[in-house]
Structures are given as structure tokens and as C-alpha cells.
């Protein structure tokens, strides 16, 4: 897509110190059935968490054994302290983290500390500023293996993350555009069916629902 193209070009030059450095807190799905498994940063309008980005990843421990799939409920992990630019930029492509079932900021369970992140591939880049106009309507970004991510755009605007079901599979990052307002009232709702490219698909199940301009749980 014009925006991850866009967003990698700006952040392709390497800066002299770390640009984004923090904790980064990340909501996780995906995996199972040959599904990628995802890791997608949950962003604010401010640095240095002003991305909206998801990689595509791997996770190992040496004791602990990852559930077949972060898609039946909610996961979240915490980061070690990181620069998010590096991590979007491709420069830093590993990184341990804890793991949690649930929201680690709103009670979640703590799975496991140390895990090993690889970063397989930074599907989506978009730089977030309280100077974007407001997007018009309810707007999502289509991943592989069954995702719709909602496009963040202007304060105070939300994050959500569904997992779908149905016959679709377009490029990552296709863009899908409904005719209401773009807001958390007005979001995809479990059961709801949904065009995508030349397909229609059902939301299964809402993995995550943060509510901005600080993205916490509502």
C-alpha cells in the first residue's frame, strides 16, 4: 500500500540515536492453521509510541510451550525496552518479551517472561500524528490469515483487532471502508459480515478493543 510504502521510505534513514526508545506494549493473535502469527504495537498520538505498526513474528522459550493459536481470546505481550523506529525500519529483528493472556494492563495473566520475538516481516507501518484530519468513515486494513486491523487515523479514535471467517484472502494492508462513522459505537461486531476484495467475510470473534487517545481498555 502508497502508506507502508511512504512510511518505510521516512523511516529507512538511520538515525544516530534511538529515535522511539520505550516500552511497547503489543496485542498478539494470530497463529494456528498455518495463520501468521502477529504482533501489533498498541500506539498513542505522542512519542514514542506514535506508530501504528504490526510485524508478523515467531515466539520460542526454552520451557514453555506457545498455545496453538493467540486467536481464541485476547494475548498481549510487554517488550523489553526498545527503539520502535529500529523495529519498524527492519534494523532490529529480535527481542524478548512477557506474555500474557488477556490485557497485561487490565488483569491479564502473565504466561511467561523472556520469550524470544523474531520478527519475521513488518507487514504495516503508519505514522501517527494529532495533526491527521479525521477519517471519514469506518476503515479497517486487511491481514493474511484472517484479520481486520482498524485504521487509526486522528484523536481520539480506537484500536481493534477481529479475526474473520470466509474465503478471502487479498493483499496485506487492502483496505476496507464501511459507511458509518469511524467510531468505537460504530466498530465491527462479532457476526457481522464483511466485503473484502471480491469476498465476503463474517467477524468471528473481536480479539481487542482499546479505546484512544491513550488505547486502554474501556
Known amino acids: 500500500m502508497l502508506f507502508l510504502s511512504l512510511a518505510l521510505i521516512a523511516l529507512s534513514q538511520p538515525p544516530a540515536t534511538p529515535v522511539r526508545m520505550g516500552t511497547h506494549g503489543m496485542v498478539l493473535f494470530g497463529g494456528g492453521d498455518g495463520a501468521p502469527t502477529y504482533a501489533s504495537h498498541i500506539p498513542m498520538f505522542h512519542a514514542p509510541h506514535d506508530l501504528q505498526l504490526v510485524l508478523q513474528v515467531s515466539l520460542s522459550h526454552p520451557t514453555w510451550k506457545a498455545p496453538p493459536s493467540f486467536s481464541d481470546q485476547g494475548y498481549t505481550l510487554v517488550p523489553e525496552k526498545l527503539d520502535l523506529t529500529a523495529l519498524a525500519d527492519g534494523r532490529l529483528t529480535a527481542f524478548k518479551a512477557a506474555v500474557f493472556r488477556g490485557n497485561f494492563e487490565s488483569g491479564g495473566v502473565e504466561l511467561v517472561k523472556g520469550a524470544e520475538v523474531k520478527v519475521q516481516k513488518v507487514v504495516l507501518v503508519k505514522p501517527l500524528s494529532t495533526a491527521?484530519?479525521?477519517?471519514?468513515?469506518?476503515?479497517?486494513?486487511?491481514?493474511?490469515?484472517?484479520?481486520?486491523?482498524?485504521?487509526?487515523?486522528?484523536?481520539p479514535d480506537f484500536d481493534q483487532v477481529v479475526r474473520v471467517k470466509g474465503g478471502s484472502n487479498p493483499a496485506a494492508g487492502t483496505q476496507v471502508t464501511l459507511p458509518r462513522p469511524n467510531n468505537g459505537d460504530h466498530r465491527l461486531h462479532d457476526g457481522e459480515a464483511v466485503t473484502v476484495g471480491a469476498a465476503t467475510v463474517t467477524v468471528e470473534r473481536e480479539l481487542s478493543f482499546l479505546v484512544g487517545p491513550d488505547f486502554v481498555v474501556p
Open 132 to 155: 491527521t484530519p479525521a477519517a471519514p468513515a469506518l476503515s479497517y486494513l486487511w491481514l493474511p490469515g484472517g484479520f481486520l486491523l482498524h485504521a487509526i487515523t486522528a484523536p
